[in-house]
């Protein structure tokens, strides 16, 4: 499991190597994200600007909602 993470933590580094932000610092402010959890699907909460920097920084789409498993 620690060689995972390791290899998860060194790919991220690399990731945002001259975007100004570190895996460390990512994952603190991403740890903070909240959600509602519903029987059909979740909701994240709104970002804010800082998530949505880290998000355009790794160019991934912030999902509006994700459907609960076998919920399809």
């Known amino acids: 499991m620690s060689f995972l993470v390791s290899v998860v933590y ?13 895996a460390e610092g ?3 402010v991403l ?3 909240k959600c509602r959890v ?3 699907c979740v909701l994240p909460k709104a970002l804010t ?3 949505s920097e ?7 789409k912030f999902p509006t909602s994700i459907p609960t498993c076998g919920n399809n």
């Open 38 to 40: 519903f029987d059909v």
């Open 26 to 28: 990512v994952f603190l």
């Open 10 to 22: 060194l790919s991220f580094n690399r990731l945002l190597k001259n975007s100004g932000f570190s």
């Open 54 to 60: 880290i998000y355009k920084e790794l160019q991934l």
């Open 31 to 33: 740890s903070n994200q």
């Open 49 to 51: 600007k800082k998530m």
